[in-house]
């Protein structure tokens, strides 16, 4: 008998490999949909920052400027927004809440940083993160001013989560108050919020929660 089979061929080894495989298995079913939702996110920030560069005409192939930078932040802020939205209309507790925001917001600061400056320091993209979190939490309680996602009457009402974003979009190209630019944001957005199916993703997070450290 080889030295391999002496060794993980016993049936201590089998159970121990068995016991691990069930560990994973767990793992994945706990924390696969809070991964799921975290992509979705981070993937439809950056497919509307690169359709944002014809409305804004950035080139999306070149270095990124700061505005650009911002725009991108800005697109993760209103999302992380509604999906703490959806969590409440979901009726996540406030545990719950806290639960969601502790594993995604530092996974989409991370994710934020490293789209642009991977390379840098990591005391630097440090620094950047602990920005990016404050800023978010400057972001959340500017959007929780909005009573919904978007008027019919008023579609650039700044009072609505929609026109709130894409006055602040069009306000990083000092365009702020052009109804052109703004209803071009507006339309990106409601396009990507149908597409991005936000409450499927929150309701398999909703089946797994209670699970989560």
Not at 15 to 21: A, C, G, I, T
Not at 22 to 30: F, I, L, P, S, Y
Request: glycine share 6%.
């Amino acid at each position: 008998m080889s030295l391999f089979n002496k060794v993980f061929g016993t049936p201590e080894a089998r159970q121990v490999k068995r016991l691990f495989k069930e560990a994973r298995a767990h793992v994945d079913a706990t924390y696969g949909p809070l991964g799921a939702l975290g992509r979705a996110i981070a993937e439809t920030t950056w497919v509307v920052w690169q359709n944002l560069g014809t409305v804004f005409g950035f080139d999306k192939k070149q270095s990124p400027s700061e505005r650009e930078i911002l725009l991108l932040y800005e697109l993760i802020y209103f999302f992380c927004h509604l999906t703490w939205r959806t969590a409440v209309a979901n009726r996540f507790s406030n545990a719950h809440i806290a639960k969601l925001q502790t594993y995604l917001c530092p996974l989409l600061a991370s994710t934020a940083v490293d789209t642009f400056c991977l390379h840098w320091p990591e005391e630097v993209k440090s620094k950047i993160r602990n920005e990016f979190l404050e800023k978010l939490n400057e972001a959340e309680i500017d959007y929780s001013e909005c009573r919904g996602l978007v008027s019919e009457s008023d579609p650039l009402s700044r009072s609505t989560l929609i026109g709130r974003f894409g006055g602040h979009a069009a306000a990083l190209w000092e365009r702020e108050g052009d109804p052109v630019a703004e209803l071009a944001v507006g339309t990106e957005m409601i396009r990507a919020f149908s597409d991005m199916k936000l409450k499927s993703l929150v309701t398999d997070v909703a089946a797994v929660i209670d699970a989560v450290d």
